[in-house]
């Protein structure tokens, strides 16, 4: 094959390989949005439903979906649907702290996401990085909030991150470490991501861990993990580098 042809292929992978994770990006940065805007509303409602007038009817009651809303965000817009509140107590009305009602757009969330969605952080912390992705509308995230948010996104990380992979016939994989700037930790965080095709052409997101840079010993970690999982026929072919070679034959043994 010609080194142009070379240089083009080695784009379009690059091309493709981003788009799926910018997908990724903006599907997880929706549901962390409508996940907190939801634990807001039922935690406002939990907190005034002892709150009665004189015939015993609840004075603040949910009402709802409300209408969805584009949010522009890092990733591109994100739908999100505030649940409703009929307040009837007099002067009060929700309003949420998180997305208050004439907000359009927010910070870039790109480079956060991953970090929020993979790292099992502490609660402090989490709120801090939420901070950052909403500035300071997220002061009205309470510790319950954060704790549910948590405890959400870890589970559907590691169910996803411990499916089954015998099934699977990789054609073709790509693997690499991508760097953050977001210091959640000492050293810059670095996620390991590994992209595959299938014989039918599909991408697929492999495997998505949190390494210490890019070590051998980070990348072996991924490859047994995926080895454990059932993964066993070898791509055709797949592409790394620096400490991945060192790490590809914990793969095949």
Known sequence: ????????????????????????????AQQM?????????????????????ENGHRLVVGNGPGRARDIVTGVGPVQVQQPRVHDRREGQRFTSSILPPY??????????????????ISTGDFSDALKAILGENAAGLSAT??????????????????????????????????HFNVRLEGDRTCMLVLMGTLADGRKELVAVHDGHRESK????????????????????????DGALCQATPSLTR
């Open 1 to 28: 094959m010609a080194k142009t042809n070379l240089v083009e292929l080695g784009n379009r992978v690059d091309s493709e390989s981003k788009s799926a994770l910018e997908q990724l990006l903006h599907i997880g």
């Open 33 to 53: 949005l409508q996940q907190a805007i939801e634990n807001e509303v039922a935690e406002y409602l939990a907190r005034h439903q002892h709150e009665i007038d």
């Open 103 to 120: 907000l359009r757009r927010v910070p870039s969330i790109d480079a956060l996401i991953p970090a929020l969605y993979l790292k099992g």
């Open 145 to 178: 909030n954060i704790v549910r948010l948590k405890q959400i996104w870890e589970k559907d990380y590691q169910e996803w991150a411990g499916r089954d992979l015998s099934s699977k016939r990789y054609v073709y994989l790509w693997a690499d470490g991508i």
């Open 217 to 240: 010993l980070s990348w072996q970690e991924v490859l047994r993990d995926l080895k454990r999982r059932g993964l066993k026929p070898p791509p055709e072919l797949a592409v790394g």
